[in-house]
């Protein structure tokens, strides 16, 4: 078993420029043909701040809460949200639409949905920049954990990999595994400290449903963002919750999704053109 993960490593490593194409291919056609091109990668985000900055800032007045910078705060976490969302969203029923590729040319199909993971990818990191240099217009004080931000990427996308590598397996014998996925994003997004500071469900919880609402990963992976990015020990320390064994458990459960469902990925692929 390992000499056939360690062969098919070998020959996706192999195929990296297939990879690097499909990747390209995915950013270029996302916007072709429009006139703003990749400043739709900007306007989206933006415009969830103005909606969600009107409903919570305002509306709720969630910035009563000792949040500073409340717009940098929505957009820290709204950023990495977006970054997993559209990703998962993308890449679920990558080998289905593909399914031209896939019976007709060899190549290993784990490259399909790792493409729109990496044009997921290059969004993000491409909005993760405009928001810094927002940061540091508005003098904005960055965190001193900036340097760790590649360490937090490198956990949200291997969790990332895990959860679409099972995913777009099963969409290939299980249509309804795309629909439900966009359900589930739905209902995960709430459940998500993205919008709104996780002392609102820490104070509202008794301890036994604060320990299930913790057994999030998304929650540990956005927390991390919003202290790595927004600071947010310096700009809202009482709604500062970083778990060391919070993290340490997503780390774990991504490196058991990624490895598990690189294998079963593996195992269905001969199964694929079948089904298409």
């Known amino acids: 078993m390992r000499a056939e993960v360690r062969e098919s490593l070998r020959e996706l490593a192999r195929y990296r420029e297939l990879l690097l194409n499909l990747t390209r291919k995915e950013i270029k056609v996302k916007y072709k043909n429009s006139f703003l091109g990749f400043l739709w990668s900007l306007i989206n985000p933006l415009v969830m701040l103005v909606v969600f900055y009107v409903a919570f800032g305002i509306i709720f007045r969630v910035r009563s809460e000792g949040i500073a910078f409340y717009a940098f705060f929505l957009m820290s976490g709204i950023l990495a949200w977006n970054f997993f969302s559209n990703a998962l ?20 199909r784990e490259v399909l949905p790792l493409s729109y993971i990496g044009s997921a990818g290059f969004h993000f990191l491409l909005q993760e920049l405009v ?43 299980f249509r309804d595994v795309q629909h439900f996925t966009e359900i589930l994003l739905m209902a995960w997004f709430w459940m998500t400290p993205v919008v709104y ?44 919750y970083i778990s060391p064994y919070g993290i340490a458990g997503t780390a774990l459960l991504s490196l058991a999704l990624v490895s598990l469902g690189y294998l079963y990925f593996k195992s269905k692929e001969g199964r694929f053109a079948e089904f298409i």
């Open 197 to 240: 500071p996780i002392s609102y469900m820490l104070n509202a919880l008794p301890a036994w449903a604060q320990k299930i609402y913790l057994l999030n990963p998304m929650a540990h992976i956005i927390l991390l963002h919003q202290y790595v990015v927004y600071n947010a020990a310096h700009n809202a320390p009482s709604n500062t």
């Open 131 to 173: 928001l810094l240099a927002f940061m540091l217009g508005f003098r904005v004080p960055l965190s001193p954990w900036l340097a760790a931000f590649p360490l937090v990427v490198l956990l949200q996308t291997s969790f990332i990999t895990g959860m679409v590598l099972w995913l777009s397996a099963f969409n290939v014998f």
């Open 89 to 108: 969203a993308m890449s679920v029923a990558s080998v289905v639409n593909n399914g031209v590729l896939v019976k007709k040319i060899y190549f290993p």
